[in-house]
Structures are given as C-alpha cells and as structure tokens.
C-alpha cells in the first residue's frame, strides 16, 4: 500500500514558478515509477510527466516540455514538479500517482493517487 499527498499548490501568475510536492509513504516507494497529472474543470485528466524509480527515464507532455521538470529523492520519499514560465492553460488540480509497472503516460498503469492540489495561473 502506498500513500500519496501532494502539496505546494497555489496562486501563481503567468510567467511564474512553483514547485509541487508529493510524499509518498510505503516501502515500495523507490521501486515505483512516479507521475504527475493535471485535470483542469471539465476536462480530462491529463498525463504531465513521470519519472522511473532510480530517476533515470524521464518523460513529459509536449505541452510542458522546457517548463517543467520532474525529479524524485528517494531517501525522502518525495516526488517534485518545478513549474516553470506557468501559462493559464496550466491551470489545474495536480494529482501525483506511482506505478509498479515503471513509466508511462497512461493513468491505467499507476496504482496509487494522490488527493490533489489545485495550481492557479493568473493572466
């Protein structure tokens, strides 16, 4: 069993930075694939990046690509997302997800989510 909470979500305007967050608890932690997905208010969820388990295959959506980036301490059991040059369009609740199956952009392979945390971008 493992356990995802994120946090680090907020208000952000365009062109600025945060920095997610999400621990995980669990043994599996450092065996397991990471992901980061978003879902904006009446759309689907949407993969963002992931990242394999010793941090070495990384993977991101077109849409984020050059602005964020993923990365993972497993002696902390912690999974980032460092946004950068935020658009509105990045405007969303952003769920991290750890998969046994390694890395992929398809939520169906992750076993374990998070609860969320909204990010804003304002225009």
């Known amino acids: 069993q493992v356990q995802l909470v994120e946090s680090g979500g907020g208000l952000v305007q365009a062109g600025g930075s945060l920095r997610l967050s999400c621990v995980a608890s669990?043994?599996?932690?450092?065996?397991?694939?990471m992901g980061w997905f978003r879902q904006a208010p009446g759309k689907e969820r949407d993969f963002v990046a992931t990242i394999s388990w010793s941090g070495g295959i990384l993977y991101y959506a077109d849409s984020v690509k050059g602005r964020f980036t993923i990365s993972r301490d497993n002696a902390k059991n912690m999974v980032y997302l460092q946004m950068n040059s935020a658009k509105p369009e990045d405007t969303a609740v952003y769920y991290c997800?750890?998969?046994?199956?390694?890395?992929?952009?398809?939520?169906?392979?992750?076993?374990?989510w998070g609860q969320g945390t909204q990010v804003t971008v304002s225009s």
């Open positions: 997800a750890s998969s046994r199956r390694g890395t992929s952009s398809r939520g169906e392979s992750y076993d374990y």
């Open positions: 669990g043994r599996t932690f450092s065996n397991s694939a």
